[in-house]
């Protein structure tokens, strides 16, 4: 056990445990990193039938708008912290965005799922308490902000994912990518979308905490099913290019560097009244100077984060922000930041390994093809 008894715990903890899985600490939490087939096997069954991850320290937040007033006053102040198109989200959407700074640097990414009468929010463990505390700040005024404390978040991902869940609901197999409804299931209200973060078709599910664990159960009980950590979440998203807040993206990338341009619809392009619009109109206009980019490095070994990135000629062009092994591609794969003049896939670069170059090359993103349902 490698946990501390003041760590956070997720209502699976526990079963977890009864597995076997190792477990960390992590944003606070004590988490499963891996169980005892081995990371490369969960990744691996990942890719080919369906996994099961606790994603339960994410932050679940539901925006209402204040004194019975219309959603539009949400969705309207939401747009004031972040650069998507809120207001014309449709209800059973879901929308992928960023809090951004006065930079234009991100200061969180989170999705955005329109209820109806509210907003459903999923945010990162780790930066939580700061977006509700910019979420109060600025938008206390119009909304009623409710952590969603008492529930837990549950991934299925893979390609065997949604046949699975449909044996439980079979509806949840009529929707597509980035959509998300409520069901019942035993008793207990489940808000579903089709969505995740490993490139693979699959689902999350926000449950009742007390409901969590019967439902894992219950889908492990599926033949094609099995548990997975924290190790193969890694390698699975860095594989589908998916950016890892706090490595990745942070507060000194914008979301046009990271790659991220595509989350911001037209209307915010052209209207900006985000923070740090003027930066990001400015990039989306006349490109970044640096660009997030995808590396295939020689040679079997993983460069790890922090890892200078150099030209042809030696000089230090750019680091590596997330490194390590990809048992889809079945070898070393990273992401990076690089001037805008090397970032073009095909481009020779070398990589700083223990004290030695690696040879490697820009690759592009995402690592292998994504798996997810557009109907």
């Known amino acids: 056990m490698n946990t501390d008894d003041d760590l956070l715990t997720t209502p699976l903890l526990g079963l977890h445990r009864e597995r076997d899985a190792r477990i960390v600490p992590f944003a606070g939490y004590a988490m499963p990193v891996q169980f005892p087939s081995g990371i490369i096997t969960e990744h691996k069954h990942t890719r080919s039938a369906a996994?099961?991850?606790?994603?339960?320290?994410?932050?679940?937040?539901?925006?209402?708008?204040?004194?019975?007033?219309?959603?539009?006053?949400?969705?309207?102040?939401?747009?004031?912290?972040?650069?998507?198109?809120i207001v014309n989200l449709k209800p059973g959407r879901?929308?992928?965005?960023?809090?951004?700074?006065?930079?234009?640097?991100?200061?969180?990414?989170?999705?955005?799922?329109?209820?109806?009468?509210?907003?459903?929010?999923?945010?990162?463990?780790?930066?939580?308490?700061?977006?509700?505390a910019l979420m109060q700040k600025h938008l206390s005024g119009?909304?009623?902000?409710?952590?969603?404390?008492?529930?837990?978040?549950?991934?299925?991902?893979?390609?065997?994912?949604?046949?699975?869940m449909a044996r439980l609901i079979p509806e949840v197999a009529q929707l597509t990518f980035m959509q998300a409804a409520t069901w019942t299931w035993q008793g207990e209200r489940l808000l579903i979308s089709r969505s995740g973060y490993t490139g693979e078709d699959?689902?999350?599910?926000?449950?009742?905490?007390?409901?969590?664990?019967?439902?894992?159960?219950?889908?492990?009980?599926?033949?094609?099913?099995?548990?997975?950590?924290?190790?193969?979440?890694?390698?699975?998203?860095?594989?589908?290019?998916?950016?890892?807040y706090g490595h990745d993206i942070d507060r000194t990338t914008t979301p046009v560097e990271a790659g991220l341009a595509w989350?911001?619809?037209?209307?915010?392009?052209?209207?900006?009244?985000?923070?740090?619009?003027?930066?990001?109109?400015?990039?989306?206009?006349?490109?970044?100077?640096?660009?997030r980019i995808g590396i295939r490095p020689?040679?079997?070994?993983?460069?790890?984060?922090?890892?200078?990135?150099r030209d042809g000629d030696g000089r230090?062009?750019?680091?590596?922000?997330?490194?390590?092994?990809?048992?889809?591609?079945?070898?070393?794969?990273?992401?990076?930041?690089?001037?805008?003049?090397?970032?073009?896939?095909?481009?020779?670069?070398?990589l700083e390994l223990r004290g030695r170059g690696v040879a490697a090359e820009v690759a592009a993103l995402p690592f292998v093809p994504p798996g997810y349902h557009r109907g």
Not at 101 to 126: F, K, P, R, S, W
Not at 143 to 163: D, F, K, M, N, Y
Not at 324 to 348: C, K, L, S, W
């Open 51 to 85: 996994g099961l991850f606790d994603v339960s320290h994410m932050g679940q937040m539901r925006l209402t708008a204040r004194g019975g007033a219309p959603l539009g006053t949400v969705t309207a102040a939401l747009e004031r912290l972040v650069p998507a198109d």
């Open 94 to 132: 879901q929308r992928y965005t960023q809090f951004t700074n006065e930079q234009g640097g991100i200061l969180d990414d989170l999705m955005i799922t329109c209820m109806g009468d509210h907003l459903y929010m999923v945010v990162n463990a780790a930066t939580k308490a700061d977006d509700l």
């Open 142 to 164: 119009d909304c009623e902000i409710e952590v969603l404390e008492s529930r837990a978040l549950i991934a299925l991902q893979g390609p065997g994912a949604i046949g699975v």
């Open 202 to 244: 699959g689902c999350e599910i926000s449950v009742p905490g007390h409901a969590a664990e019967v439902l894992a159960r219950r889908l492990l009980e599926e033949d094609e099913v099995e548990p997975v950590g924290l190790g193969a979440r890694d390698s699975l998203r860095l594989e589908a290019g998916l950016c890892l």
């Open 263 to 291: 989350s911001i619809q037209k209307r915010r392009r052209t209207e900006g009244g985000f923070p740090g619009a003027t930066v990001v109109q400015e990039q989306l206009r006349n490109g970044p100077s640096r660009k």
């Open 298 to 309: 020689e040679g079997r070994a993983p460069v790890r984060e922090g890892a200078a990135v």
């Open 316 to 350: 230090e062009i750019g680091h590596v922000t997330s490194g390590g092994f990809g048992a889809t591609v079945g070898g070393p794969v990273a992401m990076g930041y690089v001037d805008a003049n090397h970032a073009t896939p095909g481009t020779a670069l070398e």
